[in-house]
């Protein structure tokens, strides 16, 4: 599975699929992976598949008659208007009784949206990785979305990751990369969610590292084997912010704190210098005074009472 992007209630995965953007679309429903039956699937629907998984919805192209292969479990039919972020907003309803794997439902999106977006709080975070995209991971054979064997898109092929340097730091990165929580994250090694296939990967983290994009990647080939492919269990969720801030709104605020303790630096250079100016050059302060009451007729006075004069404070600069 592609690493899913949550929104409650219903998390939606693509399988099978050349690439992260495309393939059999599967929606997790009454805690088990259900496909998709292509009656009624069409753009609208597709779409929003592809704005949920944060891809464009530019050029999307929605498949049928399980053109990514044929899923397996129960199948769900799915109605949109088009305008929804997620299913949540659609209707969804049973297709057990209607529909067969044979016309399980696909999708191809466009370019993923975090590649081709400025992030003006990147400059704050310690990794660029965070939103672009360098790795795509995804938990694979997992009894639940937040926990399987780890798999990592290297070279254009999914490679599994061999347990070599697998600990709970390496395995937290990967929770954290996908969404969920670090807490109490349980590092699995020999092959825990079944042997993968394909290439291996070996990876070291330290454990602060937004995404494996910072760790250290080299290859496992020669030395490792599919009966130690790793794999991870996961905390609930953060996007839904029940289990502290994401990344971006923590940048957010860091911005924020930062702009307004500048400007708070640059307001007092500010009085500093025109203080200092005044108590430089009294005389050319006095001239300014003089040449603005003698072209200009004073102002009755509204009142007796004088106003204060602006008072400078001997500030060490």
Same mark, same amino acid.
């Given at each position: 599975?592609?690493?899913?992007?949550?929104?409650?209630?219903?998390? /939606?995965?693509?399988? &099978?699929?050349?690439?992260?953007?495309?393939?059999?679309?599967?929606?997790?429903?009454?805690?088990?992976?259900?496909?998709?039956?292509?009656?009624?699937?069409?753009?609208?629907?597709? @779409?929003?598949?592809?704005?949920?998984?944060? $891809?464009?919805?530019? &050029?999307?192209?929605?498949?049928?008659?399980?053109?990514?292969?044929?899923?397996?479990?129960?199948?769900?039919? /799915?109605?949109?208007?088009?305008? @929804?972020?997620?299913? @949540?907003?659609?209707?969804?309803?049973?297709?057990?009784?209607?529909?067969?794997?044979?016309?399980?439902?696909?999708?191809?999106?466009?370019?993923?949206?975090?590649?081709?977006?400025?992030?003006?709080?990147?400059?704050?975070?310690?990794?660029?990785?965070? $939103?672009?995209?360098?790795?795509?991971?995804?938990?694979?054979?997992?009894?639940?979305?937040? @926990?399987?064997?780890?798999?990592?898109?290297?070279?254009?092929?999914?490679?599994?990751?061999?347990?070599?340097?697998?600990?709970?730091?390496?395995?937290? /990165?990967?929770?954290?990369?996908?969404?969920?929580?670090?807490?109490?994250?349980?590092?699995?090694?020999?092959?825990?969610?079944?042997?993968?296939?394909?290439?291996?990967?070996?990876?070291?983290?330290?454990?602060?590292?937004?995404?494996?994009?910072?760790?250290?990647?080299?290859?496992?080939?020669?030395?490792?084997?599919?009966?130690?492919?790793?794999?991870?269990?996961?905390?609930?969720?953060?996007?839904?912010?029940?289990?502290?801030?994401?990344?971006?709104?923590?940048?957010?605020?860091?911005?924020?704190? /930062?702009?307004?303790?500048?400007?708070?630096?640059?307001?007092?250079?500010?009085?500093?210098?025109?203080?200092?100016?005044?108590?430089?050059?009294?005389?050319?302060?006095?001239?300014?005074?003089?040449?603005?009451?003698?072209?200009?007729?004073?102002?009755?006075?509204?009142?007796?009472?004088?106003?204060?004069?602006?008072?400078?404070?001997?500030?060490?600069?």
């Amino acid at each position: 599975m592609t690493l899913p992007y949550y929104w409650a209630p219903y998390s /939606v995965r693509l399988v &099978n699929g050349p690439s992260p953007r495309e393939g059999r679309v599967e929606i997790w429903y009454n805690d088990q992976w259900n496909t998709i039956c292509d009656d009624n699937w069409n753009y609208d629907e597709a @779409e929003i598949v592809c704005r949920q998984l944060g $891809y464009g919805t530019d &050029n999307v192209t929605p498949r049928s008659l399980a053109y990514y292969g044929e899923g397996s479990g129960p199948i769900q039919r /799915v109605e949109c208007w088009g305008w @929804e972020d997620s299913w @949540e907003s659609c209707t969804l309803s049973s297709g057990n009784s209607s529909c067969g794997h044979y016309e399980d439902a696909g999708v191809r999106c466009g370019i993923d949206i975090s590649t081709t977006t400025v992030d003006p709080f990147q400059w704050l975070t310690t990794t660029t990785s965070y $939103y672009d995209g360098i790795y795509d991971v995804r938990l694979v054979n997992g009894p639940s979305p937040s @926990e399987g064997r780890v798999e990592i898109l290297y070279n254009g092929q999914w490679n599994t990751i061999c347990d070599d340097y697998w600990n709970p730091e390496t395995a937290a /990165v990967v929770c954290r990369q996908l969404g969920y929580s670090t807490d109490n994250v349980v590092a699995r090694s020999s092959a825990f969610y079944g042997q993968g296939s394909g290439s291996i990967q070996q990876v070291q983290c330290s454990g602060w590292e937004y995404t494996l994009a910072s760790c250290t990647l080299s290859s496992g080939d020669s030395i490792c084997g599919h009966f130690e492919d790793a794999g991870v269990r996961c905390g609930y969720t953060t996007i839904s912010g029940t289990s502290g801030a994401s990344p971006r709104v923590i940048g957010s605020m860091s911005f924020v704190g /930062v702009s307004l303790f500048l400007l708070t630096i640059i307001a007092i250079v500010a009085v500093v210098f025109v203080c200092n100016q005044q108590k430089a050059s009294p005389s050319a302060a006095m001239g300014v005074q003089l040449s603005s009451l003698t072209t200009q007729p004073a102002p009755q006075p509204a009142s007796t009472t004088p106003m204060p004069a602006p008072v400078c404070v001997d500030v060490p600069v």
